[in-house]
């Protein structure tokens, strides 16, 4: 893993461009019939699309992160497919449980987003491809062994939207030899490693656009 000190860097450069060029109309990103179809169906695709803002920029802070719970900073860059060329204004839509394992459901959260909970947002690329989410650590699914995660989907101008592998955590117990070894590696390996500073955990993540994604033009 990179040091500490270029992590930081990245996060400084993501939250510059996030207050200055990370700002694009959402109805560019709305699905058309011209949009290339790729990677497959997955549940509860289209919620990507529900209470979607107006504008996104590259910088997000989640519900989570106003939990009294440990605090995540995840950032990086999103990448094309080359895996060095920045791609700016795609947008990265995530969700995730509450530290209880549990997706949180207040009464002011509309029915068609329960599935997904209150702990989700969306960012876009800058014009280098940074982006930075503050959120909070998931917790796993209570009585499974499946590991704490984050469901992170991509959509690109032109292309349907479509799922990356889970983020997970690479210290967690759960997160086995076996676990992964059957990971997809959809957009990248999602196996995230953190650092602490101040009580908050860090950790430095880059997705290659179309990487292991099937009918990827």
Not at 159 to 168: K, P, R, V
């Amino acid at each position: 893993m990179k040091n500490f000190q270029h992590i930081l860097m990245l996060v400084v450069v993501a939250t510059f461009f996030g207050s200055c060029n990370g700002q694009q109309p959402s109805n560019d990103f709305k699905p058309t019939r011209e949009d290339i179809a790729v990677g497959g169906p997955f549940e509860n695709r289209n919620l990507i699309y529900s209470e979607m803002p107006k504008t996104i920029k590259s910088v997000d802070t989640s519900p989570g992160w106003k939990q009294d719970t440990q605090k995540l900073l995840i950032t990086g860059k999103i990448l094309k497919k080359d895996g060095k060329t920045p791609a700016p204004n795609v947008v990265l839509y995530y969700y995730h449980t509450d530290i209880s394992g549990v997706y949180p459901t207040p009464d002011s959260l509309p029915k068609n987003l329960r599935p997904h909970g209150a702990i989700r947002g969306w960012v876009q690329s800058d014009a280098e491809g940074n982006y930075a989410i503050y959120t909070s650590m998931p917790g796993a699914y209570p009585n499974r062994n499946t590991p704490a995660h984050i469901h992170p989907s991509i959509k690109e101008p032109g292309i349907q939207h479509y799922w990356l592998d889970e983020f997970i955590f690479d210290n967690d117990p759960l997160v086995t030899t076996e676990y992964r070894a059957a990971m997809r590696n959809r957009g990248g390996s999602g196996v995230l490693r953190t650092v602490k500073r101040d009580g908050m955990l860090i950790a430095e993540h880059n997705i290659i656009l179309g990487l292991n994604i099937p009918g990827y033009p």
